[in-house]
């Protein structure tokens, strides 16, 4: 049967996934850790240094070449590709239409190591383009296509910070170009501007992987801890890197709610959660866009407008991150973004700051959407106490 043909009711199709090969030549010597299998996909952390698909200068080094060993009768069939030095986690679909499914769906997650101290947050919208004729690289170029890298630093020394990334678009090299033109190279990453002094190749991890499972509809969730090669690059003596409080639970348990997540200095961060993580539910950006302007009208008029210190949408749009000064308590934060929420589900009229004057993406609003959006979390936040700020609180 042909894509193109007719089906009618009472038709019984049956796929048909067997019977293949993947025609790469299979290596017995090579490993890579299986974070998760089932019949659909398996899932590898690969190591830096392993190409994923085989070449003309990579016959028998590669991924591929490790599943042809271990997976004879399938066909290779890498959902993520990853670079030869970039390490974490590649899916391989099993047949043709785990393949397509997965290929729709997975939400990838990198942390990298960056030369200086970054933002806190921030968000690169630069066009990327292959430089001149080259093959292998790319460069930030006005006639490039559309490339959008959203991160959170996640720990810092005085030499490199530690980034959490997520990508809104996928081109080749977007994390290591986006970096290298903010003036942050990867460590490591010498193709781009990065040193090799304290590691020997790009810096770049693949740590998180969510999609919908092809046969289940099941959302899962899997992860790879970042490899000692780059942990080592925050690492002073016996005082080791630590995570930050929300690495320290499982996301899949805790539902919509505000939580603090870090805390630097005199400065709190919470993550206020408008839907559940990993629940399948995204908020629009141009949703987000509006609960933005109007939260930030309405915190600059508050009683608290000198304790705010950033509003800001997660690159994940599931909620919010506001940092405040640690002289604001857990219960006035809470009353602020449930009074913000309220003004926000009552309000009428023309959105402020909206002009094309004063903001660069004024046409991206919705305030129907918004004011229904801030509904579950305003509803949530009724009766939210101090103690619910914990991160772990939604674990127990």
Not at 74 to 93: E, H, M, Q, W, Y
Not at 123 to 143: F, G, M
Not at 247 to 272: C, E, L, N, P, W
């Amino acid at each position: 049967m042909r894509t193109v043909d007719l089906v009618r009711n009472g038709d019984e199709i049956i796929l048909d996934c067997g019977g293949e090969n993947s025609g790469i030549q299979p290596n017995p010597r090579l490993n890579a850790d299986i974070v998760l299998e089932n019949d659909s996909l398996v899932i590898f952390n690969k190591p830096a240094g392993m190409p994923v698909h085989p070449s003309a200068k990579h016959r028998d080094d590669t991924l591929g070449n490790l599943f042809a060993h271990l997976y004879p009768e399938l066909v290779f069939r890498p959902v993520n590709r990853l670079d030869k030095d970039t390490s974490g986690l590649c899916v391989i679909a099993k047949d043709p239409y785990a393949a397509s499914r997965l290929g729709e769906c997975c939400r990838k997650t990198y942390y990298a190591a960056v030369h200086g101290l970054t933002e806190q947050y921030g968000t690169i919208d630069a066009p990327i383009a292959r430089q001149s004729e080259s093959v292998i690289l790319r460069c930030v170029r006005e006639d490039g296509r559309a490339a959008v890298t959203h991160y959170e630093k996640i720990a810092q020394t005085e030499k490199y910070s530690l980034l959490k990334i997520r990508l809104e678009t996928g081109r080749t090299h977007q994390i290591r170009v986006h970096f290298s033109f903010q003036g942050h190279p990867l460590a490591g990453d010498d193709l781009y501007g990065g040193c090799r002094e304290d590691i020997g190749r790009q810096a770049l991890h693949c740590g998180e992987i969510t999609f919908t499972d092809p046969v289940s509809d099941e959302i899962l969730t899997v992860t790879a801890p970042l490899p000692e090669d780059i942990t080592g690059l925050f690492i002073k003596g016996d005082i080791e890197m630590k995570k930050i409080a929300s690495f320290q639970v499982d996301h899949t348990k805790f539902g919509v709610g505000m939580y603090i997540s870090r805390a630097d200095g005199d400065v709190v961060t919470y993550d206020v959660r408008m839907v559940k993580p990993n629940g399948g539910e995204y908020i629009s950006n141009p949703s987000l866009h509006t609960i933005e302007h109007l939260f930030a009208t309405y915190a600059r008029n508050s009683r608290f407008s000198d304790s705010i210190v950033y509003v800001g949408p997660m690159g994940c749009r599931t909620g919010f991150y506001l940092l405040t000064r640690d002289s604001m308590s857990g219960e006035d934060a809470i009353g602020l973004v449930r009074d913000a929420y309220r003004f926000i589900a009552d309000f009428e009229g023309e959105i402020p700051g909206c002009t094309v004057e004063e903001c660069g993406n004024y046409l991206e609003h919705d305030l129907e959407s918004a004011k229904k959006d801030v509904l579950p979390l305003l509803n949530r936040l009724e009766n939210y106490t101090a103690e619910m700020l914990d991160y772990g609180y939604g674990n127990k």
